[in-house]
């Protein structure tokens, strides 16, 4: 029996739309406005058919593990090996965090994610007067080698992976687990995990920079050089749209601005001599999971369809796991509440559920009271085991992108990567992301729709449980997690007993090495780092020498 042409399929939708669906619009009316995605222009109709595809459809489709990646980087997915279970953890000192970690792995989780205070996320010490109050409060204090120690005690390096989520300074926190790694007799060629590495959406989104852009990028791409040849295992990069949502933009710009970020970091790596085959295989990503369940899920395969096509076709890579968008992904932080706190948990299971049928490589699930502080031991326990529950209970795992030819899901992933492109191309014209960041583009469109979400709420046309609606006017209540005054007290005491300690000749040797290699723009200063860490220097003293030379990053006023 031949297959309906696409026309005939159009005719037929329409004709449907206009002899039953019309006559249902007029009796009933349609809801108080029409249903929309994150990105208010994207209206969703009320049915999808073979018609709102193209021709081109089953092509596009593919199967998983081939190129174009639609469906996943793995030919057999979670059937061959679960996700990495990550729960972001980190708070006070190094030693009550690695209680947490060993609590975590005990539970199950299987990988390690690291959240780092504010000082730390901008290079100073915790004794540094810029420190003050913030220490060990939103994640862990490491100021040197002794703290990265105690935080990674009894934790096997050559079995677990480590994820931190540092930026600026990301080159000294993982020359700090490379020289872990050697005390354990784990050796760096051995060691896997990532660093977020991302300095663009730090620029973006975020705001924890230290360096001007010119010096940030040198920084990677140096990176790149050394882990593509010391430490292959590791992801030298984790370009991440998570923050660019939380920010406030739709799926269709976390989308484009990541990958736009993406296209920058490999055009840097290219014009400082790398090939690309050489580092693309240890990059990834790091996506955000938002309420919209089917859209999430088309934003996964959008983008993983079109990085391979952008990789391939932009780039010439040749090697196909330069073509493959591994990504991790976190619940949505900013969909939080911290009204009826126990939603939450619903929250993010969808939103992790999205993520999984998505294809994720590696996931986190945000526990319920993290609107309110960090989370408790409780409240992690509930979110790691909703990642248990959906691994072992749900199904979700038993087949690859089984969501693929939903009619529905199929025009979102479509639409989104039309959509992401049109951005892309812009940003092109503009000069590429760091031109599109340093001009502004991409911060005014993130507050515009961040603007716009928040009027939605505030109007009550965008409907947030317990918070415009189905309020019950209950207070938050039950167990807080909260992080004692002493902390910075004792950092300052350690770091004061380590100064003391340490070889200061072989402190100044090793900094001053590193100033002098900075002033050369074609110095590789990764083993310089790892050195000076080795030396004991502290994270303070190393992003000092590097400020020295470099500089601090002042933003413009966009607005």
């Known amino acids: 029996m031949a297959e309906p042409n696409p026309s005939s399929l159009a005719e037929q939708k329409a004709r449907w739309e206009a002899e039953t669906l019309a006559p249902l619009v007029t009796r009933f009316g349609e809801r108080k406005k029409p249903f929309t995605t994150s990105d208010e222009k994207m209206v969703v109709s009320t049915v999808y058919t073979p018609a709102d595809g193209d021709e081109a459809y089953p092509q596009k489709l593919g199967l998983p593990g081939e190129y174009p990646f639609t469906r996943g980087v793995q030919p057999n997915l979670y059937r061959g090996r679960l996700w990495t279970m990550r729960q972001y953890a980190g708070f006070g000192n190094a030693q009550e965090s690695n209680e947490r970690y060993k609590f975590l792995i005990a539970q199950g989780q299987t990988g390690l994610s690291v959240a780092f205070d504010l000082p730390t996320q901008i290079g100073y010490d915790a004794d540094h007067p810029f420190a003050e109050g913030e220490v060990g409060k939103v994640g862990v204090s490491i100021s040197s080698l002794r703290d990265m120690h105690t935080l990674l005690a009894d934790i096997p390096l050559d079995k677990v992976s480590i994820s931190m989520t540092i930026n600026a300074p990301a080159a000294v926190l993982l020359a700090m687990v490379i020289a872990v790694g050697k005390t354990q007799g784990v050796p760096a060629h051995q060691l896997r995990g990532t660093i977020q590495n991302d300095i663009l959406k730090e620029y973006i989104a975020r ?88 859209e999430e899920v088309g934003k996964f395969r959008a983008a993983r369809r079109l990085w391979a096509r952008i990789m391939r076709q932009r780039f010439g890579a040749k090697n196909p796991d330069s073509w493959k968008l591994r990504f991790h992904t976190q ?43 960090l989370p408790t031991e409780k409240s ?180």
């Open 207 to 294: 705001g924890t920079y230290i360096f001007p852009p010119a010096p940030s990028m040198r920084l990677i791409t140096d990176i790149f050089r050394y882990c593509a040849s010391d430490v292959p295992k590791w992801n030298t990069i984790s370009i991440s749209g998570y923050h660019i949502r939380e920010a406030g933009s739709t799926a269709v710009q976390e989308v484009a601005f990541t990958l736009a970020n993406g296209i920058e970091y490999v055009r840097q790596a290219l014009a400082v001599g790398l090939d690309v085959d050489q580092f693309a295989p240890q990059l990834s990503f790091f996506f955000n999971a938002h309420n919209n369940f089917l």
């Open 331 to 373: 619940t949505g932080g900013s969909t939080l509440t911290a009204q009826q706190p126990d939603n939450n948990i619903v929250r993010v299971t969808l939103q992790a559920l999205a993520a999984i049928l998505g294809g994720t490589q590696s996931l986190h699930t945000n526990s319920r009271d993290e609107a309110l502080a």
């Open 380 to 559: 992690v326990e509930i979110a790691l085991r909703t990642q248990q529950i959906l691994a072992y209970e749900s199904g979700a795992a038993d087949t690859v992108d089984p969501l693929a030819g939903s009619y529905y899901v199929e025009w979102l992933t479509d639409e989104i990567e039309r959509r992401a492109e049109e951005y892309i191309a812009r940003i092109d014209e503009l000069g590429g992301a760091l031109a599109a960041v340093e001009e502004g583009y991409i911060q005014r469109e993130i507050q515009d729709a961040a603007y716009r979400t928040q009027r939605a709420v505030e109007k009550g046309s965008e409907v947030v449980v317990g918070v415009n609606r189905f309020q019950t006017g209950e207070q938050p209540h039950g167990e807080l997690l909260r992080v004692d005054e002493r902390v910075r007290q004792e950092q300052c005491a350690a770091l004061a007993a380590l100064r003391a300690e340490r070889a200061p000749q072989a402190v100044q040797s090793a900094l001053a090495s590193l100033a002098q290699a900075a002033q050369d723009p074609q110095a590789p200063l990764m083993a310089l780092i790892v050195a000076a860490v080795e030396s004991h220097a502290t994270l303070g003293e190393i992003c000092d020498t590097l400020r020295g030379v470099f500089g601090e990053y002042t933003p413009e006023n966009w607005v």
